[in-house]
């Protein structure tokens, strides 16, 4: 089952795995960096609550004209292999 890990440091990345080594082979595989990189680049990593970190999509509420949001938790599931959801980066 995957769980949301949170690389937190100057910037948050979150990424889909099942556990703390897969998600840093997961963000190493998908930024093309090393081990020290991420060493050097996050104070944190933890497992949050998927259902707690919102993303935004490219969709737009027609009646509002806001950005329609999604949670975590809705782009894992039915999930099994690890993804970078996203990036404060970004």
Same mark, same amino acid.
């Given at each position: 089952?995957?769980?949301?890990?949170?690389?937190? =440091? +100057?910037? +948050? #990345?979150?990424?889909?795995?099942? &556990?703390?080594?897969?998600?840093?082979? %997961?963000?190493?595989?998908? $930024? =093309? @960096?090393?081990?020290d990189d991420i060493t050097g680049s996050?104070?944190? @990593? &933890?497992?949050v609550d998927p259902? /707690?970190?919102?993303?935004? %999509? #490219?969709?737009?509420?027609?009646? %509002?004209?806001?950005?329609?949001? %999604?949670?975590?938790?809705?782009?894992? /599931? =039915?999930?099994?292999?690890?993804?970078?959801? =996203?990036?404060? $980066?970004?």
């Amino acid at each position: 089952m995957l769980k949301l890990y949170e690389f937190s =440091g +100057t910037e +948050t #990345d979150w990424v889909a795995a099942s &556990s703390e080594d897969e998600a840093r082979d %997961t963000m190493m595989s998908h $930024y =093309g @960096i090393g081990p020290d990189d991420i060493t050097g680049s996050y104070e944190s @990593i &933890s497992v949050v609550d998927p259902a /707690e970190v919102e993303f935004f %999509t #490219d969709k737009v509420n027609v009646k %509002t004209e806001e950005t329609v949001m %999604t949670t975590a938790a809705a782009m894992m /599931e =039915g999930k099994t292999k690890p993804f970078v959801l =996203g990036s404060t $980066y970004q």
